[in-house]
């Protein structure tokens, strides 16, 4: 390999030739661990997207010319649309502050400007990083590329899902099948109903979510080291809060107290509630569609999901719930996740939090598991799901909990030993109030009837 020589306030080191990235840069690479998590490139985006408006900022009041931040305007583009992906090699496990990634971002966009410029026209600290610190820019960066991801990912997946589960609440109106409690035995429910519950974790968990953006969408920049804003012109803030929202038509707020914003990651740790609380319906949801469709034969089998591949290396012709057991494994990584943004989150000292990039992989990774993982459960297995009616039929006729019809007529204790008396003799109820001479079967067929139970 061949190495061009970079130098730092730290002096000289090679740096393989056909990189953008610097000297800072290279100290991190070779600092830290690598074939590990490396940073996620929709931070590294967020971070071009910082720039590019800090630029057009610096600009605007005055401490930037024209020249320079057009050109970082431009290699910051270039970052945005991923064409510079392969230059952004650095570990999570650098610096808590993010800095390493934030320079590295300044050292390609400074590299890239000045070859695009045909001259040595940005330096990456004093140009790319005007105005700015690690400390402001790479938490906002945290709040840019969480809000987006969630809005352009996780929102169509979950509206996509809720839409699916829409119609198949339609679909099966009017079935009746057997309610369950505690695993066992309850009074009837209809098929839309038990839907419509899903559906509606769904709907909440949408509301949850987009409720929490509003406090993602408050972004740290102009704050700098500690919060004073030291270098940074007044306003700069606000000014480079405004061009966020102009690149990405997202409507960000610039944060009234930097002091609060450089250190807390309380609307992390809130928008991450949401997507455990997410995860939590998606684990339910699975859980019962896998315990509805086991079987085929001695399994509850009262609804069939697509089979997608062979599910055992041993037992011909078995077929296994795989599109559930990923979703519920997403679940359980997702509320693992939230329990080290949360520990991360409480370990804030004094004017700064220095556990950023461990809290935006996790949060990143939860947001790209959930909306790959609902995109694929709702096309591979909920959107095939149908219902076994005749099974359905039969629990529910089944049932001992019918019974409960009875009680307002004769009794709740009357209608607890119909009940007691058909389980230990292996009856129907309707055999059961006939022996213990509760009720005729006339009168127990005017009274049952499970499809107005629901």
Known sequence: MEY??????????????????????????????????????EVVHALAIVKKAAATANNHFGKLDSNRAEIIGRSADAIIKGELDSHFPLSVWQTGSGTQTNMNVNEVIAHHGNELAGVKLLHPNDHVNMSQSS???FPTAMHVSASLMIIRELLPSLEHAIEILDDLEKQNEGIIKSG??????ATPIAFSQEISAWKHMLVNSEEMIKTSLNFLKVLAIGGTAVGTGLNAPKDFGVKVTEIIEEITGIDYKNSTNKFHALTSFD????AHGALKALAANLMKIGNDVRWLASGPRVGIGEITIPENEPGSSIMPGKVNPTQVESLTMIAVQVMANDTAIGIAASQGNFQLNVYMPVVIYNFLQSV????????????????????????????VKNSLMLVTSLAPQIGYDNAASIARYAHENNITLKM????????SEEDYDKLIKPEEMV
């Open 4 to 41: 061009r020589v970079e130098r730092d306030s730290m002096g000289k080191i090679n740096v393989p030739k056909d990189v953008y990235w610097g000297a800072q840069t290279q100290r991190s690479f070779d600092n830290f661990p690598q074939g590990v998590e490396t940073m996620p490139l």
């Open 135 to 137: 400390n402001d820019t």
């Open 180 to 185: 369950r409690t505690h695993l066992q035995d």
């Open 267 to 270: 609307a992390l740790v809130n």
């Open 368 to 395: 790209k598991l959930l909306s790959k993982g609902l995109n694929g459960f709702c096309k591979n297995c909920l959107i095939g799901l149908k219902p076994k009616k005749d099974k359905m039929w039969r629990n």
């Open 432 to 439: 059961a109030a006939r022996d213990l001479n509760l009720l």
